[in-house]
C-alpha cells in the first residue's frame, strides 16, 4: 500500500484506494492532495479523519527523538543550518521508516495465514503467538483487510480484522511496536476510536453485544502480544467522538465528501457489505 507522506489516504466511492494519482508530466505517481480529492470526489481515510487529533504521546515521543538525534549527528564544516537540521530529522525517525517495513510484513504474513495462504517464514513467530492469542481469548477471524465506505459520515478504510468473539462480532486491528519486558503495551490516543468507526462502518451499530481490540505485536521482543479489548459503552463513546472529528476535519478541510458520494454510491455496482448507510 502507498502511503502519502503526510499521512493523508484516501478512497473511491467504491472503496478502493487513491492515496497516488498519475503526475501531470514526466510520468511515474504522486502522493493524493486534498486538491485531488475534491476533483475526484474521493473520501479520506479513518487515520486522516484521526489525524486531526492532537496526540500527546506521540508528540512528546517525536521530540525525544529529535534530542537524540542531535547528539548522534554532528554538523559538518560550513554546513547550512537548514542542511543540518534536516539531516538531523532524517536520522530521528529512519527507525520509523524499517519499524514501518517490519509492520507492514508482519500484517502481511497474518494476512495470508488467516486466509489460508503460504506466507513468509521469517515471520512464524509472529503468526504462532497471534494465533495463540486468538485461540486463548476465543476469537475467529471471518475477514481480513475489508475495505469499507461509511456514506453517511464520508469516511472510508480497511479494516485488520473482522472476528467472531465469545459475546458476538467484533473488529480487531494491528500494531506493532517496540517494547521493554518491564512495560505493559497499552493503545495510544485515537487507537480506540478507529476501531469504533470501524465497527459502526462494518455493523451500522454497537449493540451491548459489540466488540472491538487491538492486538500490540512487539518488534523487539519477538513473540511478545498483548491485547486491548473495548467494552460497547467505550466504543460508543469512541464513535461519538469520532463523529465530532469528521465534523471538524470536513470545516478545516472546506470539503464535504458525503455530498460528493453520495450520488456515485448508489450504484449496484457497489457490493452491499461494504456500505453502511
Known amino acids: 500500500m502507498a502511503i502519502n507522506d503526510k499521512g493523508e489516504h484516501w478512497y473511491r466511492p467504491s472503496g478502493e484506494s487513491c492515496h497516488q494519482v498519475p503526475k501531470a508530466k514526466g510520468g511515474g505517481m504522486r502522493a493524493t492532495t486534498i486538491k485531488d480529492a475534491k476533483a475526484l470526489g474521493l473520501i479520506p481515510s479513518v487515520t486522516s479523519i484521526l489525524g486531526i487529533l492532537e496526540k500527546p504521546q506521540l508528540v512528546d515521543w517525536k521530540l525525544r527523538q529529535v534530542a537524540l538525534a542531535s ?164 466504543l460508543r463513546n469512541e464513535w461519538e467522538v469520532f463523529k465530532h472529528l469528521c465534523a471538524i476535519w470536513r470545516f478545516r478541510k472546506g470539503y464535504d465528501p458525503r455530498q460528493e458520494v453520495i450520488k456515485p454510491i448508489i450504484s449496484d455496482e457497489q457490493p452491499e457489505e461494504t456500505i453502511a448507510n
Open 71 to 234: 547528539m548522534r549527528v554532528t554538523r559538518m564544516p560550513n554546513e547550512e543550518e537548514y542542511a543540518f537540521t534536516s539531516r538531523m530529522i532524517t536520522e530521528a525517525f529512519q527507525q520509523v521508516v524499517d519499524a514501518a517495513d517490519r509492520g507492514k510484513d508482519i500484517h502481511k504474513a497474518l494476512e495470508l495465514h488467516f486466509q489460508g495462504r503460504e506466507y513468509d517464514q521469517e515471520w512464524a513467530q509472529e503468526v504462532q503467538a497471534v494465533d495463540q492469542w486468538f485461540m486463548r481469548n476465543h476469537i475467529s477471524v471471518l475477514d481480513t483487510e475489508r475495505q469499507v465506505v461509511n456514506l453517511a459520515e464520508g469516511f472510508a478504510g480497511t479494516t485488520d480484522l473482522i472476528v467472531g468473539t465469545s459475546t458476538g462480532c467484533g473488529i480487531g486491528d494491528y500494531k506493532t511496536k517496540k517494547s521493554k519486558p518491564e512495560f505493559a503495551m497499552t493503545p495510544y490516543d485515537g487507537q480506540a476510536t478507529q476501531i469504533a468507526a470501524y465497527h459502526m462502518t462494518v455493523y451500522g451499530e454497537i449493540n451491548d453485544n459489540a466488540s472491538g481490540f487491538n492486538l500490540y505485536i512487539s518488534s523487539t521482543e519477538r513473540g511478545r502480544v498483548e491485547g486491548t479489548f473495548y467494552t460497547p459503552e467505550t
